[in-house]
């Protein structure tokens, strides 16, 4: 969704269906919900009330699906004290919805609804996605005219791989040594026959 990108997309690939999927739009979120956990958290220090956001970070950015045991008391609690975290949290989990919907035109009804709801919410992290999601809601609704059958997660699943891989690479002097560091890790890659060339 950066803007540098998406112009870069559109001038060497234009025919291409530019595709937002959930992997972009559930890290928003989440992180919509942690900064107004964390504001909350801030607000209420001191009060037997802030008891309640302990130890739950986790817990909020994880789908209710994954959420068991005490952890899942301790977010209803959480939801029931209509604490703002709760809220923030209800409409992470009801965005959820809209990438069930099989047709373009109820997705984009979704989402409409959904913004008017977030921009309601008074929670500015919230309020700040649902800008953004009105912002890109073409590129949101390819994922349906694409039958979600594109995904950018295995881009990004080989984006965090080279990530690490460069990180580790730090003490090499040359290019060529991190490429075969990542030929190494990526594996099913060809690998050069010597890894240095000998005078």
Known sequence: MW???LNVIARQVGHALHVLDRF???LHLNQA???VRRAETGRLRGQPRAQRLKKMRWQLLRRSSRVRGQAKSKLHQI????LATGRAWILK???QHF???RSTRCA???LQCWCRRAGRSRLEPMQKVARMLRRHEELLLNWFRAKGELSSGVVEGLNNKVRVVTKRSYGFRTYRALEVALYHTLGQLPEPELTHKFR
Not at 79 to 82: F, M
């Open 79 to 82: 939801v029931r004290s209509k």
């Open 99 to 101: 990438w069930t919907y």
């Open 3 to 5: 803007k540098p990108y």
């Open 24 to 26: 972009h739009i559930a």
């Open 33 to 35: 919900v942690d900064q």
């Open 108 to 110: 984009a009804a979704f």
């Open 93 to 95: 989990e009801a965005f």
